[in-house]
């Protein structure tokens, strides 16, 4: 238990799903503005789905009225005709009873999954728009729970759930109708019956709604760590751990299926007492019926049966109303757990149509910068001011965690500074358009981040329509046609998921490639160089300099075998900077 417990500690700091305090008005606000567009585009489907559902209710109701015909003027009456009549028109109803419900599923499953997908595609564009600070600390397996799981949820309920209800409600008001016409007195068992249902639902919701959230969120535990182990097998294997590895399953999963039980036994009770009162309902029935008729009342055998159907034709959509409260309350903790996703902002407001870009020389300044990590105590840049002419070539370092990447960060404005500024041709980047930046400031990161696909579609990742050409020069600038016989089918050659049949330098070569591609005003090598040897980073870092003469370039490294390769040398040493030229 104590290394479950060490699992949990790294977890996500989820805003509300603990507390339990009700979807963030917020996120709502921006799950609303996804969702009225795409039921505006779904709306004829959805509206003939509303209209086939009131053919089928109404063909459902005629079938108990026929069948009283059937016995009191067919069987009673001793009428074959009758019966023959009333027959064919049962079969007629149930033919087009299972057309209309056919037609009605193909445009609510249609519509409904576009619904779905579109949802699942905004969430997706607004995770991408999140600073990786937030992607630092989310689980991947929380994630995916959101989009796969909740999202499902919310829209489920938004639509498909409403729609079964609206049914449920026309065939419960119907039927009534029908029982009225049936015999008024009768009719008031059912109403009854409905009144108890109700009550039970009100008794139960509250118990419900907390069992949900907390089967839930031992759901999420389970596949935040799946994810996590399943991409760190190796180092499970290096260190032997995965029988304690198993052991941490097992004992999410008891976790898992202790809630999930309460759960499913309170959902269950739920739904069983409805089927209870109605058999109650139904032998009531007979039993009031029956001795009605022996006292002599206006009471038919036709209507006895007819009515005791028309009871158990309603107990389906009692059941689903009584489902829809499972089905609402595990909507809402899914909307909790969406909407803490949709109330996040990114970190940089991106500034469309900001400054433009148009012949960037590539001058950086730093004034008197501050930043502060969220969540930090102390800055981890102070006071930090220098200045980097156009097109010179600069090395940056100093001890770890001294703050090297987090200015890289800033330099490619996945944050703002607290305090100062950070120039570039002496405008802040504040406000330059994001993206026109992060097309003209490449950043080689120390762990490069490949994708399942041919080489060639990851070299061209920042520039898809870069030429042939262009893409070969990169590759021969960055090292990478120096592997590229080793490979089967040379830039076509499928690199596997996250490049993981490429060596580490070779990961690296490519994400320099793909660096170089972007032709870049600003290059930032930020140890993305460290996997290689010193002799073929020297051979590499003079092609980039041949192929890029004019660009800007800040090398991160700890190593300082090629100081004279630069003409500044940076360190960080702390709040302090010192500048050697
Ligand atoms: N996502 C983050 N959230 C909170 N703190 C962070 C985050 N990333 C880095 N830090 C903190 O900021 C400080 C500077 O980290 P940074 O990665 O910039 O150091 P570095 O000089 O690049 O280190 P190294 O040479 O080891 O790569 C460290 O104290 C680190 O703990």
């Known amino acids: 238990m104590a290394a479950r417990g060490l699992y949990r500690a790294a977890a996500w700091p989820a805003v509300q799903t603990e507390a339990g305090n009700g979807p963030d008005a917020r996120g709502l606000r921006v799950l609303r503005g996804w969702m009225q567009p795409l039921l505006w585009r779904e709306r004829w489907k959805l509206l003939a789905v509303l209209a086939l559902s009131l053919l089928a209710v109404a063909a459902g109701l005629a079938q108990p009225l026929l069948t009283k015909a059937l016995i009191d003027e067919g069987v009673l009456a001793r009428d074959a005709g009758a019966i023959v009549r009333s027959g064919a028109a049962m079969v007629a109803l149930a033919l087009a009873a299972l057309g209309i419900g056919l037609a009605c599923r193909r445009l609510h499953v249609l519509a409904s999954m576009r619904i779905l997908h579109g949802l699942k595609e905004a969430l997706f564009a607004h995770l991408l728009a999140l600073s990786p600070a937030f992607h630092a600390q989310a689980r991947q397996g929380d994630l995916m729970a959101r989009l796969e799981g909740d999202l499902g949820e919310v829209q489920r309920f938004a639509i498909d759930s409403m729609l079964t209800a609206l049914n449920a409600v026309l065939t419960l008001v119907g039927t009534v109708l029908v029982l009225g016409l049936l015999n008024g007195e009768l009719m008031l068992m059912l109403a009854v019956l409905v009144a108890l249902n109700a009550l039970l639902s009100a008794l139960i919701r509250p118990r419900l709604e907390a069992l949900s959230r907390r089967a839930r969120q031992a759901g999420v535990e389970v596949s935040s760590f799946l994810v996590e182990r399943l991409g760190a097998v190796k180092h499970i294997q290096a260190h032997v751990a995965e029988a304690r590895e198993g052991e941490q399953l097992a004992a999410l999963h008891a976790a898992l299926r202790r809630e999930s039980l309460r759960l499913q036994l309170l959902g269950q009770l739920g739904g069983g007492l409805p089927t209870l009162l109605v058999s109650l309902g139904v032998i009531g029935i007979f039993v009031a019926g029956s001795l009605a008729m022996l006292r002599g009342e206006a009471v038919t055998l036709g209507l006895l049966v007819a009515f005791a159907s028309c009871v158990q034709r309603a107990s389906a959509p009692v059941q689903t109303l009584t489902g829809l409260v499972l089905a609402w309350q595990r909507a809402k903790v899914a909307m909790e757990r969406i909407t803490d996703l949709t109330a996040r902002q990114p970190d940089v407001a991106p500034r469309p149509g900001g400054a433009g870009l148009d012949g960037l020389r590539g001058e950086i300044e730093l004034r008197d910068l501050r930043f502060t990590w969220p969540g930090s105590a102390r800055p981890a840049l102070e006071a930090l001011s220098c200045r980097i002419p156009a097109g010179s070539r ?188």
């Open 394 to 581: 600069v090395l940056l370092r100093g001890p770890s965690g001294c703050g090297k990447s987090t200015l890289v960060d800033l330099l490619h404005r996945h944050f703002d500074p607290d305090q100062g500024r950070v120039l570039l041709d002496g405008t802040d980047l504040r406000t330059l358009d994001r993206d026109a930046l992060r097309r003209r400031v490449a950043v080689v990161a120390q762990e490069a981040a490949l994708f399942g696909g041919t080489l060639e579609a990851n070299l061209r990742y920042g520039r898809p329509e870069a030429t042939r050409e262009a893409v070969e020069r990169a590759a021969e600038a960055a090292g990478v046609t120096e592997f590229l016989p080793q490979l089967p089918q040379g830039l076509d050659s499928v690199v596997g998921p996250r490049g993981a049949t490429l060596s580490g330098g070779q990961r690296q070569r490519v994400a320099l490639a793909r660096a170089l591609l972007m032709n870049p005003a600003v290059l930032v090598i930020d140890e993305g160089t460290s996997a290689l040897d010193e002799a073929l980073e020297l051979r590499t870092l003079r092609r980039i300099g041949a192929l890029l003469p004019g660009c800007t370039r800040i090398v991160v490294s700890h190593r300082s075998t090629h100081e004279g390769e630069f003409d500044q040398v940076i360190e960080l040493p702390g709040p302090a900077v010192e500048q050697r030229s």
